[in-house]
């Protein structure tokens, strides 16, 4: 996890260190789109406009974590949230039982771990990118089409102001679309500014946070952002434009 110092436009909160992941997970393959947010959760949060196969944007952290909820519920499983409100009042926090570590013991839908997130995209890659790398000149344009992220994701460079359907861009090899770029993905981690060189188990950020980390970079963002490696971090009420999210369930045979 993290990249190594040479890699160009890295961020400094990318130490480089070893993670061991003891439970298998699954990934949803795109952001939960428009249409798939307001059939289980019935509100409009996106202010980008109506767009049923683009991914839902403007929600908070706790609308994700919501949205998980109601997936357990669909599957009989255990919520891994625990939730007051509704809409974009709801607040949500990691339900008592799975806090902490116990996280990747919960039956239902959650978001993913930081960890788990970068795992996903690599997909065994080591490279900046799932799909290699690029002229590092273009990591921070947005004046110019850079043809090797364009085959990739949506960036500020060919976004044209705006999140896009998703599932159009090349996946990774695990057939996972939208990683690099169109929306930040919420995960469940606090954020951790300063990791650690040192290797870790099954890790879950701090439990102190008051941010949650966001993946993936966006479309009004440098392809820079759209790096395996790439961590940023919001408040968890944020509801901007360019959030969005996935959903993540350990195996429940795992």
């Known amino acids: 996890m993290g990249s190594p110092e040479r890699e160009d436009h890295r961020y400094t909160n990318e130490v480089q260190h070893e993670v061991t992941l003891t439970r298998d997970f699954e990934l949803a393959a795109t952001e939960v789109t428009q249409q798939r947010f307001q059939a289980l959760i019935c509100c409009k ?8 196969g683009c991914p839902v944007e403007s929600v908070s952290w706790s609308e994700a974590a919501a949205y998980c909820n109601a997936l357990s519920r669909r599957a009989s499983a255990g919520a891994c949230f625990a939730c007051e409100g509704a809409g974009p009042s709801v607040r949500c926090q990691v339900a008592a039982a799975y806090a902490g570590p116990k996280l990747y013991d919960c039956p239902g839908y959650r978001l993913s771990t930081d960890a788990e997130w970068e795992y996903a995209y690599r997909a065994g890659t080591s490279t900046a990118y799932y799909g290699g790398t690029n002229d590092p000149g273009w990591r921070v344009n947005c004046a110019a089409v850079d043809p090797f992220s364009d ?3 949506w960036s500020c460079a060919n976004a044209a102001n705006r999140a896009h359907p998703v599932g159009k ?23 951790q500014a300063v990791l650690s060189s040192a290797e870790v188990t099954d890790p879950w950020g701090d439990p102190e946070a008051v941010n949650r980390v966001v993946r993936g970079g966006a479309w009004d963002y440098y392809s820079r952002g759209m790096r395996a490696a790439a961590r940023a971090w919001y408040k968890p009420s944020y509801r901007g434009t360019r959030h969005g999210f996935r959903p993540a369930r350990s195996r429940p045979d795992a």
């Open 169 to 191: 861009k090349q996946p990774n090899a695990w057939g996972l679309y939208d990683l690099a770029g169109n929306v930040w993905e919420w995960c469940n981690d606090g954020y």
């Open 45 to 52: 949060p996106w202010r980008l406009g109506a767009c049923p």
């Open 151 to 153: 085959q990739l994701g």
